[in-house]
């Protein structure tokens, strides 16, 4: 039998599902199997953390595990304290079935030891008291690691996945979606007596070299030469759904913020945030004519760093 949830991620019972939410992304960062390759324990605590998570921000299953009706692995408690079906363990793969690693566990069946010694009656066992036994178990639920791009993420593109079984799915990203984020596909687990188990999708959003994340928001510091700083001007600029151009206003100094609405990741509420450009201003290391301009200027007396008390 699976540990109790709540000890496994760390938190009281009477948590709520922001502290669940919050205790399970930061062990799923710590034990992420791409950061654990050489260390196998890790991979399994993965497991059981991703299980005790699917279990606890299930309303339905943890007010029954909570009132003793299912055990951490979310089967049915048996009477007489026997325990029945699988593991809830599941699998863990990587998206599109190539590979991964299985930490799916059998326990003991106790389907004959009650037809045995109670008969079959109908869809389920009855004990000579006339009281019915739990249904069949479902099969464990298989979990999945999906690499997203960034910028297919921030602009919700579909995903195709292939599961363990070879069949394909396009699955739709919602909106809110971030690296930790779960999907649930009913009916895409292991098979059990009871029917199949579900698959968890837990989506992992790629780095970009250019782009950075921040809240809702997409980060770029954008070069721009001396001269369209400073007579300003249109410049293109690369966002996540596709270049655009940007007026960059005249005198622009490097580290001044320009925002290009809409242009972020996609917020529950609907509405998308924003792209804040900063610019940074790229001067040539070896410039002749640039040189001689800077030596025949006269700035002036004006300090830029006096704000800073120097």
């Given at each position: 039998?699976?540990?109790d949830?709540?000890?496994?991620l760390?938190?009281?019972?009477?948590?709520?599902?922001?502290?669940?939410?919050?205790a399970?992304?930061?062990?799923a960062?710590?034990l992420?199997?791409?950061?654990?390759?050489?260390?196998?324990?890790?991979?399994?605590?993965?497991?059981?953390v991703?299980a005790?998570?699917?279990?606890?921000?299930?309303?339905?299953?943890?007010a029954q595990?909570?009132?003793?009706?299912?055990d951490?692995?979310?089967n049915?408690t048996?009477?007489?304290?026997f325990?029945?079906?699988r593991?809830?363990?599941?699998?863990?793969?990587?998206?599109?079935?190539?590979?991964?690693?299985?930490?799916?566990?059998?326990?003991?069946?106790?389907?004959d030891?009650?037809?045995?010694?109670?008969?079959?009656?109908?869809?389920?066992f009855?004990?000579g008291?006339?009281?019915r036994?739990?249904p069949?178990?479902?099969g464990?639920?298989a979990?999945?690691?999906l690499r997203?791009?960034?910028?297919?993420?921030?602009t919700?593109?579909p995903?195709?996945?292939?599961?363990?079984?070879?069949?394909?799915?396009?699955l739709?990203?919602?909106?809110?979606?971030?690296?930790?984020t779960?999907?649930r596909?009913a009916?895409?687990?292991e098979?059990?007596?009871?029917?199949?188990?579900d698959a968890?999708?837990?989506?992992?959003?790629?780095?970009?070299r250019?782009?950075k994340?921040?809240?809702?928001?997409?980060?770029?510091?954008l070069?721009?030469?001396?001269?369209?700083?400073?007579?300003?001007?249109?410049v293109k600029v690369?966002?996540?759904?596709?270049p655009?151009?940007?007026?960059?206003?005249?005198?622009?100094?490097?580290?001044?913020v320009?925002?290009?609405?809409?242009?972020?990741?996609?917020?529950?509420?609907?509405?998308r945030?924003?792209?804040?450009?900063?610019?940074?201003?790229?001067?040539?290391?070896?410039?002749a004519?640039?040189?001689?301009?800077v030596?025949?200027w006269?700035?002036?007396?004006?300090?830029?760093?006096?704000?800073?008390?120097?």
């Open positions: 039998m699976a540990a949830p709540y000890s496994v760390g938190v009281a019972r009477g948590a709520s599902e922001a502290d669940i939410k919050k399970y992304r930061k062990l960062k710590e992420h199997p791409d950061r654990n390759q050489d260390n196998p324990k890790a991979a399994e605590r993965f497991s059981q991703t005790a998570y699917d279990l606890l921000t299930d309303k339905d299953k943890r595990f909570d009132r003793g009706e299912i951490a692995d979310g049915p048996a009477p007489f304290g325990g029945a079906g593991g809830a363990g599941g699998t863990y793969r990587t998206a599109g079935g190539a590979s991964g690693f299985d930490f799916g566990t059998e326990a003991s069946d106790f389907g030891i009650f037809e045995g010694l109670f008969g079959r009656s109908g869809g389920g009855t004990s008291f006339g009281r036994s739990a069949p178990p479902r464990a639920d979990a999945y690691r997203v791009s960034f910028e297919d993420a921030a919700l593109k995903q195709r996945i292939t599961l363990a079984d070879g069949k394909t799915i396009d739709k990203l919602r909106a809110g979606t971030e690296t930790g779960q999907m596909l009916g895409k687990g098979p059990g007596p009871g029917g199949p188990g968890i999708v837990t989506i992992d959003i790629q780095p970009h250019f782009f994340r921040d809240g809702d928001n997409v980060l770029l510091d070069p721009v030469t001396l001269t369209e700083a400073v007579q300003g001007g249109k690369p966002t996540v759904d596709g655009v151009m940007l007026n960059v206003p005249a005198g622009s100094s490097s580290g001044r320009l925002r290009l609405k809409g242009k972020g990741f996609h917020r529950k509420a609907g509405e945030g924003d792209q804040l450009v900063t610019l940074m201003i790229d001067v040539p290391a070896d410039d004519a640039l040189r001689s301009f030596e025949s006269t700035p002036g007396e004006r300090n830029p760093r006096a704000g800073l008390g120097v």
